[in-house]
């Protein structure tokens, strides 16, 4: 065989190596909701990409068959030349010569290409791939009525149920514009808070032991049913001789029935259940419904209370501030007359960024109080300052234990000589 025929059909069969290698990493990588998208619109081509990705087990029998094919054949080819040219050494000489071209060029280019332009590259790819697969149809029936066999008839592996959308399907939704999807930011803030649920951890969402209404567990009935018409609550913690010390809970509903006088409330506690400040929240809530319980006492490695969580607090970590009729409304911030705002120190970091868009950094503390006592290792006194990124915080009020205010007022850089010389 001339030189001249053999290169030629040595390119060509890497050439259909390429196609069907990087068709294979393509459908991999292919945005399915795009697609599905187009398809709707009436895009052939989308349309039969998802149809071939309904059919994994022939799309890459295909993609496999093709590349092999076309591996075994330049092989065969130029090997047969150099023999032919060479003599025995030529055998060798083919392999040094054509493995690297075949990596290169069948196998790493075109999936690289494809990995990064399947969106754009496949939809022109997609219809001589489905030609490939008629093509080879009878082949690739034969392989995988023998692979299905041995995988669930001889090694009975279990068939999985095909799922609808992945986890990061549903994140490419919801990265889609709005005239894409119709979903408004709400909606889109809440899905996301689905997906992050599970990476929550109990010390994310208690309520701090400073900011709990507790009784003593020798109050008395009275005192207890005063104290629940004051607050509204519907349960309180129960604590023997010091506040770290939570040993029950009371369901304010037991004293509906009781007689409301100076008796001890002892027989009306009931047993709290204690939970580690580490624990993941979708776990509790399962944990706490599986119990049948609303409420759950955080203590650290020492046995002492740290805080508590309801199931309320964990369902308002995905819908947001859940109030009732007894809930008194907290205005955590409010505009400052001189420009910026007045935030209370309790609000949480989080909160801030996505109501006042401040975007002040996360670290090991939760609300705006905790990143300034962070910042300075002290407790500040009032009218004292500090610059974080682009936000000045003057400690508007405080006391010996606790930031109570702050006013955040965003600054300006300003502009260094070389930044003047520039404009």
């Known amino acids: 065989m001339a030189l001249t025929t053999t290169l030629i059909l040595i390119g060509s069969f890497i050439l259909m190596e390429a196609f069907f290698s990087g068709s294979e990493i393509g459908m991999i990588a292919i945005n399915r909701i795009k697609m599905k998208k187009k398809a709707d619109e009436g895009n052939g081509s989308a349309q039969i990409v998802l149809d071939l990705l309904n059919t994994p087990e022939k799309l890459f029998a295909t993609t496999s068959l093709g590349t092999n094919l076309a591996v075994v054949s330049s092989t065969s080819i ?26 290169f060029a069948g196998e790493i280019v075109p999936k690289i290409i494809l990995q990064n332009r399947a969106d754009v590259i496949m939809p022109f790819l997609i219809r001589p791939l489905n030609v490939s697969l008629g093509l080879l149809s009878p082949i690739i029936s034969f392989f995988t009525g023998i692979s299905n066999f041995v995988t669930y008839k001889l090694i009975r592996l279990p068939k999985e149920d095909k799922k609808s959308f992945s986890r990061d399907q549903i994140l490419q939704v919801l990265s889609l514009d709005s005239q894409t999807i119709a979903l408004d930011a709400a909606e889109r803030t809440m899905i996301h ?24 567990d020798d109050s008395t009935i009275k005192e207890a049913h005063q104290l629940a018409v004051e607050t509204g609550l519907s349960r309180f913690p129960i604590f023997h001789e010091r506040m770290h010390n939570i040993i029950g809970i009371l369901n304010t509903f037991d004293l509906l029935n009781q007689t409301i006088d100076d008796s001890p409330l002892t027989h009306l506690i009931r047993p709290a259940h204690y ?4 624990k993941k929240i979708d776990d509790l809530l399962k944990e706490l419904q599986k119990r049948g319980l609303h409420m759950g006492v955080v203590v650290d490695e020492y046995g002492g ?12 970590e995905i819908v947001g501030e859940i109030e009732d009729e007894y809930d008194k409304p907290e205005q955590k911030f409010q505009p400052y007359p001189g ?4 935030i209370d120190g309790e609000m949480e970091i989080d909160a801030i960024n996505e109501t006042i868009k401040l975007n002040l950094p996360t670290g090991d503390y939760e609300t705006l109080a905790g990143l300034i006592l962070n910042r300075l290792e002290t407790i500040p006194q009032t009218g004292e300052q500090i610059t974080v990124e682009d936000v000045r915080l003057t ?14 007022i965003k600054v300006i850089p300003e502009k260094t000589p070389k930044d003047l010389a520039i404009d």
Do not use: H, W
């Not at 400690?395 to 955040?408: G, L, N, W, Y």
């Open 275 to 278: 939970i580690p400040p580490n």
């Open 305 to 316: 209370c740290i805080g508590l969580t309801t199931v309320e607090d964990l369902l308002e």
């Open 78 to 103: 130029f090997t047969a030349y150099m023999v032919t040219n060479m003599g025995p050494k030529g055998e060798l000489m083919a392999m040094v010569i054509l493995s690297p071209i075949i990596l």
């Open 395 to 408: 400690v508007k009020e405080t006391s010996r234990r606790k930031i109570q205010s702050i006013i955040a």
């Open 193 to 216: 808070k689905i997906f992050n649920f599970g990476e929550i951890t109990v010390d994310q969402c208690l309520v701090p032991l400073v900011q709990l209404i507790a009784i003593r």
């Open 339 to 342: 420009g910026g705002y007045i």
